[in-house]
């Protein structure tokens, strides 16, 4: 062999908040637990391993024992354990405060556990702006790890990524390791000797290489028919097998195994960037599809590659532009925080009350999960149990916050601002039992509906919307490929429907699922036409509202009104909302429909919607006022 390797092996396991315990544990049996199984018999074979927070807590009160084990392992250095923030958030989407606490706040958690000092940070999704590296040096930490596609997209070509490079923010300096994309992709899916091989062309052109894999540990087991291939076929011994048959010239190392030994490259600014996939799925589903058909084009032709590594998809925060309810997550999110913050540093705080805000901070940081909050192969926001659990630790966090405000006493309390980022004013009305978000300047919608003894959000809804899979959905059930979809938003090629017909199912929203959404139908329109939106009239579902305020002891009241159009008529709709503190569980909505002409028929209907309300569930129902249980 003319020369040698240093490999860099870095596996990410996570859970997100929220998720299912039976989940939690089939990963667990199907994937961390053999994983570690079988690297336990490899002691030479050293690697970086990153548990989320939510699962490590997870793993720490039903499986100490593989705590242990890691522990163990760490002991005797064949594992690096990598931190990050705590509970696995985009950092773009987080106050910087939040940021350098979830971090800290992490590497203090696993530096006891583990009886370790943390050096690097595995990125989420590895979403990257420059700032965080000012933010995470501050934090503690030396490193960090992003695509190879990152450093393209800043005009380094491949030749020049066999090592890693520093970064600064403030005259703060990161060391930065480029993750290799082929590596993502023959690990474990590609045949072992494809990885030697491609390693061995590495060792013969570079001059002291260094190589970097890291990738979610889901893909060694929890994904699809991956169990059967890696552990019961043997994929993972066979590739292990070979990184110890050839380590005369290929070195298995660690992160830190590469900062203590080998210099850095050079410095880089890298541009704000994901991984390839990502910034194709937060793009909107027609330019989704025409930028996979342009970067796919012509793969083997040398030029046109050259020419399209220039080209680069979307910013992974139009996400919350792209889906309104990541926004009503995110915007309600910086609200808990800002107000979090804000008392945190009174100074005059008892012991007891610094307490409950400390406790309010861990809700806060569990509700920035990342999850929720984007949609790409998989579920992230269209899952309501993870949507829920966002929400589910907002609640708990500003509750905590009222009983340092407010005490143990009955109150009630208006708030008006931007609430939802929309450059408007919203109406923020609360109490000791509930809180409820008012947009008057859309439609005057009930948004938000949070109770707060039950933890849940009612209008965590999700408005149905085109995405780029639909098309394949439908050309499947009819047998047409759709050219250049083939790697829109998914993780396989093969296509299995849940159910029969799916492609008749799809139908998509023209107003947004809320409550107090005002609707003026066409008389005789039958109940199909309304379901598909075409039976609506007028221009007050999603018009502009008038709002305003009246405020006494015990009692708030939100007056909202706007005067429009429906078939040419003119007439207003005037809507008041009270909440109270003596009658803390109820909100009184009041309608007034006038000026329209008596004698002309016209079907007024307020539509409500409500979330958190599976199909199957039997604990939680509509009732009506005689608590006649109505489905």
């Known amino acids: 062999m003319a020369g040698s390797v240093r490999l860099v092996l ?62 163990q392992m760490v002991a005797s250095s064949q594992i690096e354990i990598m931190g990050g923030a705590f509970y696995e958030p985009i950092l773009s989407n987080i106050p910087r405060r939040d940021r350098i606490g979830q971090i800290q706040r992490y590497s203090e958690h696993l530096n006891d556990l583990f009886q370790t000092t943390v050096r690097g940070l595995w990125l989420p999704e590895r979403v990257w702006e420059q700032s965080f590296a000012g933010d995470i040096t501050a934090a503690g930490l030396q490193y960090t790890m992003v695509d190879d596609y990152h450093f393209r997209c800043a005009g380094i070509p491949q030749n020049e990524l066999m090592g890693y490079y520093s970064t600064e923010d403030e005259g703060r300096v990161l060391f930065m390791f480029p993750d290799s994309e082929r590596l993502r992709y023959l690990i474990p899916f590609g045949k072992p000797e494809e990885c030697i091989v491609y390693l061995q062309e590495i060792a013969q052109t570079f001059d002291n290489p260094v190589v970097v894999f890291g990738d979610d540990g889901e893909k060694f087991g929890s994904w ?142 569990r509700g920035q999960c990342n999850c929720s909050y984007w949609h790409g192969a998989f579920g992230g926001l269209y899952l309501p149990h993870l949507r829920n659990a966002v929400y589910r630790e907002l609640i708990r966090a500003e509750v905590l916050m009222d009983r340092v405000t407010h005490g143990d006493i009955p109150w009630v309390d208006v708030a008006v601002d931007d609430f939802n980022l929309d450059a408007r004013q919203e109406v923020k009305l609360s109490n000791h039992r509930m809180v409820a978000m008012l947009s008057p300047a859309t439609g005057g919608h009930l948004y938000e509906l949070d109770l707060k003894a039950s933890e849940v959000n009612v209008l965590a809804t999700l408005n149905r919307r085109p995405e780029p899979y639909h098309q394949r959905i439908i050309d499947f059930a009819s047998n047409v490929v759709s050219e250049g979809d083939a790697d829109l938003a998914a993780v396989s090629k093969e296509i299995k429907f849940r159910q029969p017909g799916l492609e008749k199912k799809i139908s998509y929203d023209k107003w947004p699922r809320k409550s107090l959404v005002d609707l003026f139908l066409q008389p005789g329109a039958a109940s199909a036409e309304f379901r598909r939106g075409s039976a609506v009239i007028g221009d007050f579902a999603t018009g502009v509202y008038e709002g305003s305020v009246r405020q006494g002891e015990h009692k708030i009241a939100v007056e909202m009104r706007r005067t429009g159009s429906v078939s040419g008529l003119t007439g207003e709709v005037m809507k008041i909302v009270v909440l109270s503190s003596d009658r803390p569980n109820e909100m009184l909505v009041q309608y007034q429909v006038i000026g329209f002409p008596k004698n002309v028929p016209l079907h007024f209907g307020v539509e409500l919607n409500f979330a958190a309300m599976p199909g199957n569930a039997g604990d939680r129902y509509f009732y009506d006022a005689a608590g006649q249980r109505l489905g």
């Open 10 to 71: 870095a596996f990410h396991n996570h859970q997100p908040v929220g998720n299912f315990d039976g989940v939690f544990e089939q990963a667990y049996r199907d994937s961390y637990l053999p994983f570690l199984d079988v690297l336990q018999d490899y002691p030479e074979i050293s690697f970086g391993l990153h548990t989320s927070g939510s699962l490590l807590e997870w793993l720490e009160v039903r499986h100490p024992e593989y705590i242990d084990r890691v522990r």
């Open 224 to 365: 699809p028919e991956t169990h059967q291939h890696v552990y019961e076929d043997g994929w993972l011994r066979r590739f292990l097998d070979l990184l110890r048959d050839n380590s005369s010239w290929l070195n298995v190392t660690t992160p830190s195994g590469i900062l203590d030994h080998v210099a850095p490259i050079g410095r880089t600014y890298l541009p704000d960037a994901s991984y390839r996939e990502m910034t194709e799925w937060v793009l909107p589903p027609t330019a989704q599809k025409e930028f996979v058909s342009l970067t796919r084009r012509h793969p083997e032709n040398e030029e046109w590659q050259r020419l399209v590594r220039f080209t680069r998809g979307g910013y992974w925060r139009n996400f919350r532009t792209r889906y309104p309810e990541s926004n009503e997550m995110y915007a309600r999110m910086i609200d808990v925080s800002n107000r979090l913050a804000s008392m945190r540093s009174d100074t005059g705080l008892s012991d007891d009350e610094r307490e409950l805000l400390e406790d309010a901070v861990t809700h806060l940081y």
